[in-house]
Nanobody, 119 residues
C-alpha cells in the first residue's frame, strides 16, 4: 500500500513564497510522474505542474516563471516552490503520484493543503 502526505501550505501575503512537499511511502517499486494540482473555491481542479523521470518539468501557463517543481527520488518526495504568489493562487493544492508497486500500478492523490494568498 502506498500513501501520500502533503505539507507546507499556509497563509502568505501577495508577493510572498511558500514551499509545498508531498512524500510517498509504502511498498513502492518505482515512481513515474509526480505532479501538483489545485482547486479554488467554486472552480474545477486544475493541473499546475508535473515532473517525470528523465524529462524536464512542465508548468501551467498561469504559474510558469513563478513556481518550480522538483523531486527527491531517494525520498520519493516532490516539492513545489511557489514564489511571487498572487491572490488568484489561493486554492487547495493536491499532489498526484503515478507509479508501481511490485504487484500493480498506482495513481494516488494527497490529502490536499490549503494555500491562501492575501492581497
Amino acid at each position: 500500500q502506498v500513501q501520500l502526505v502533503e505539507s507546507g501550505g499556509g497563509l502568505v501575503q501577495a508577493g510572498g513564497s511558500l514551499r509545498l512537499s508531498c512524500a510517498a511511502s509504502g511498498s513502492i517499486f518505482s515512481i513515474n510522474t509526480m505532479g501538483w494540482y489545485r482547486q479554488a473555491p467554486g472552480k474545477q481542479r486544475e493541473w499546475v505542474a508535473a515532473i517525470r523521470s528523465g524529462f524536464s518539468p512542465n508548468y501551467a501557463d498561469s504559474v510558469k516563471g513563478r513556481f518550480t517543481i522538483s523531486r527527491d527520488n531517494a525520498k520519493n518526495t516532490v516539492y513545489l516552490q511557489m514564489n511571487s504568489l498572487k491572490p488568484e493562487d489561493t486554492a487547495v493544492y493536491y499532489c498526484n503520484t503515478k507509479g508501481y508497486t511490485a504487484r500493480s500500478e498506482f495513481d494516488l492523490w494527497g490529502q490536499g493543503t490549503q494555500v491562501t494568498v492575501s492581497s
